[in-house]
Structures are given as C-alpha cells and as structure tokens.
C-alpha cells in the first residue's frame, strides 16, 4: 500500500479496507487542520486509536469524518499494548456514515422547520379567520426547542483502554512508555522436576540431589550430581527468559495470523524469541536469524520440539493470553539454545556446601559453554556461559541482562539454595516450520 498521502485522494474508509485486506502491520498517522490521530494494526487488525487525550472507536468515528489533510503510514512503528477498539472497520465506517449530515444539508442550514403559508379559502368578500380552512395543530408554526439526534452507534460500546503497566527497568531505552511487565515465574525453559531427597525432608519446590543408583557388581559406584549421574524421572516447568528489546509485547493473541507472524519472522530475519502468556499455559519460541531453533510448553503432551510447536498454535487459534515479540542479540540466543538442550554437568548442589565464586572460575579455566542455574526459595538466576566468560546473568525477578553475577550470586548464598550446571552444544537443528503448520489440525 502507498506509505503517505492526502485524505482528499485516500479517505480513512477506503485505508481501513486497504489495511483489512492487505494484513498490514504498523501506525497510521492522521493530521487535518489542528487535529492528528494515530491508529494502530496488527495483520490488518485495528485495535487501538489515540488522538490526545481520547482514545478507542470515537477517536477512529471522528477521523473518518475529516476529508482533507494528511496520512502517514509506518510499518515499523511500536505498537502500544492497549486494545481500546473491539469494532470492525466496517462497523466503524456505518457509525460515521450515520453521524455525518444528511446529503444536500449545507452549512448554516436552520434548525427551524420552514412551513408553506397557507392559501385561503375562497368564500366571503374578506377573508377571515375561517377563511384559512381548520385552525393549525396545537404547536405549529410556533417556536420550538429543537435538539439533533444523538449519533448512531452499533451495538459495540466504548471500551475505555486499561491502564498502562507501571514502568520498570526491565526494558532500557524504552522510558517513555510503560514497558510490558516482566514475565510470570516459571516462563522460559525446562528444568527437571524435584526429586525425594535421600534424607531429610524433601526441599519444596526444586530438585534434590540425584541419589546415586544402586551399585552393580564389579562397578566403583558412580558418584552424585556429577556428570553421568541418572537423572530423576522429569517433569518440566519453565525457567525464566531475559529481558532484551520488545518488538511487540502484551498484543491479544486473538488477532494475530500465527502462520504470517512465523512467516514474517523468519523474512525479517528475527533473532530473539516469542513469549506466549495465558491462564494456565505459557510458551516459548526461540528465533535464531528467522530460523526456529525450538519451541517449548507448559503442556503435558508437548513440552518440547514439534509437540510444544502444536501446543502453542492451539492455545493462539484459541485466542488465548497475550503475545510478546523480543529481540535478542544472536550470541544469547545460542546461549539460550544450550541452556535448554545441553545435558547436565552438575546437578542438585547445595548451595550453602558450595563455593560459589570458585564453581565460575572452574567453568572459566574449562572455558565451559552453557550455563549455571540457581534455585533459591523465591527466585531463579541464570547465568549464560561462553568459552567459560560470564555472556549474560539475570534472575526471574530482574531479567535483565548483566555482565555481573552478583544478583545470582545472592541467590546461591541463601540455606535451601539448588544449583545446577548445563555444559555442551544448543539445539542440534531447527524446526521446520512450514512442516510443523502443514501437520496441525
């Protein structure tokens, strides 16, 4: 579609069609005379208008009544997470159809009724008051209070937007609007579930120390929390995910076009992931270059891979939760990619038995890739290992990315603290995309 233009040649009926049809994603910028409005799409989707202080369907009813000025139209643009607007175009164009004035109405036109003088009866010489035929209807030809009719709506009512998140320092940069709060605990990657702790009351909550299996015969018993030890029957929650730059964040999942969202990620070349956010479920992609390097779920039956893929095309064909699109830099997406498919190093340590600082510099002088998690009673910190070089650390609580463990570090020192360390390569391949959409039903 043309990016700007006069609404004298392109009304805000016929852009609104253009929008519709061609699933446009982005801004569209409105000024006439004194006034500016600014309308926002998602795939063709208007969901929210903000002209100074009103916002909703009003402010879209009132624009589609300017008929000259000027439009402008960014794709780019940052999309607010508010949806003020529930009607659709069409809806929208028949309220401003039945607001504006009748056809052949000019300016200055009195809102008196103009009424024929009446002839007289031709009986008498003169003609009196008789002669005028039936005296008028009470009320006629006097002076009437005349009030216009109120504008017609469709059955849709003005939602008034939410209030907007209070902004936090998750999202650097972005200090003029409220960021999209930081994700719920337990959204981001798989970790095993708590295992019966061999003494003592289990540790609520995280994984116990693996208990080392029973000795076979001619064997040296095989040590626990190393490398190698059996791991615990699993059952996945999720760890946190890092804050990075949002593209997109709090859209309603009901309107986005999930198979364009994939499609347009991937021809935009995207590196980052896609955080899906509803009652009772949560899911992840992870995006490296616009290829699908995994997809995760808090689903039963598709935790991982294609399963959790199918999971979370389910819950977005269902309309359900909230979408955020989150740019990353490559180097923590593959930092990301070995922290959910690389094996376990080490696993339920105790914190408080545990040399923190020199459990780093050990992972250093390995120049180790992957990384180490943190499990305190409250909180979760993660911290992203390349060539044994702290990439990236953050905890659930703070998700944003720093080159100092100390926010993990405090996690460590607490009594009932887990770690865990993952060491080795990241997703082996992606996910085929299209074959993934092609086998959902």
């Known amino acids: 579609m043309q990016t700007q233009g006069s609404l004298q040649e392109s009304s805000l009926a016929s852009l609104l069609q253009t929008m519709q049809t061609e699933r446009a994603t982005g801004a569209l910028a409105l000024e006439s005379q004194s006034e500016t409005a600014s309308l926002y799409f998602l795939f063709g989707h208007l969901f929210h208008a903000q002209s100074g202080q009103a916002q909703g ?4 009813v009132d624009a589609l009544g300017w008929h000259d000025g000027h439009y402008r139209f960014d794709p780019r643009a940052k999309l607010p997470p508010e949806e003020t607007i529930k009607a659709s175009p069409a809806e929208l164009i028949a309220a401003a159809e039945r607001r504006a004035p009748a056809a052949g109405e000019q ?18 010489d003169a003609p009196g008051a008789e002669a005028y ?10 002076e009437q209070a005349w009030e216009p009719e109120a504008p017609a709506y469709p059955s849709w009512e003005y939602r008034a937007a939410e209030p907007a998140p209070e902004p936090t320092a998750s999202y650097p940069g972005f200090a003029e609007r409220a960021p999209y709060p930081a994700p719920a605990p337990g959204l981001g990657v798989r970790v095993p579930e708590p295992a019966p702790a061999a003494h003592g009351e289990p540790f609520a909550g995280y994984p116990q120390p693996t208990r080392a299996p029973e000795p076979v ?27 990075g730059r949002a593209q997109y964040e709090g859209l309603k999942s009901a309107f986005v076009d999930f198979p364009k969202l994939l499609r347009t990620l991937r021809g935009d070349q995207h590196t ?16 490296r270059e616009g290829e699908l390097l995994d997809a995760l779920s808090s689903e039963a039956e598709g935790r991982s891979g294609e399963g959790a893929f199918r999971a979370i095309q389910r819950a977005m064909e269902a309309g359900a939760g ?15 990619a070995r922290l959910l498919a690389a094996p376990l190093l080490y696993t339920g340590l105790l914190g408080r038995f545990v040399n923190f600082e020199g459990l780093l510099a050990h992972l250093a002088d390995e120049r180790a890739d992957g990384a180490v998690i943190v499990m305190g009673s409250g909180d979760v910190g993660i911290i992203l290992l390349a060539q044994g070089q702290i990439l990236g650390a953050y905890t659930d609580s703070n998700p944003g990315l720093s080159s100092a463990a100390t926010g993990v570090s405090s996690i460590a020192g607490e009594k009932g603290a887990r770690i865990e360390v993952k060491r080795g390569a990241g997703a082996a391949s992606p996910l085929d995309v299209e074959r993934a959409l092609s086998q959902i039903r």
């Not at 001619?218 to 760890?239: K, S, T």
């Open 57 to 60: 369907e009003a402010v879209v």
């Open 107 to 124: 300016e200055g036109w009195s809102d008196q009724p103009e009424y024929p003088e009446p002839e007289p009866v031709a009986s008498g």
């Open 133 to 142: 035929g039936a005296a008028p209807e009470p009320g006629y030809g006097a």
């Open 217 to 243: 015969p001619g064997e040296a018993p095989r040590p626990v929390g190393v490398q190698g030890a059996v791991a615990a029957p699993a059952v996945d929650i999720f760890y946190p995910l890092p804050a």
């Open 272 to 287: 980052g992931y896609v955080r899906l956010t509803g009652s009772g479920f949560s899911g992840a992609l992870l995006f």
């Open 322 to 336: 909230t979408l955020d699109v989150i740019d990353l830099p490559a180097d923590t997406v593959d930092a990301l």
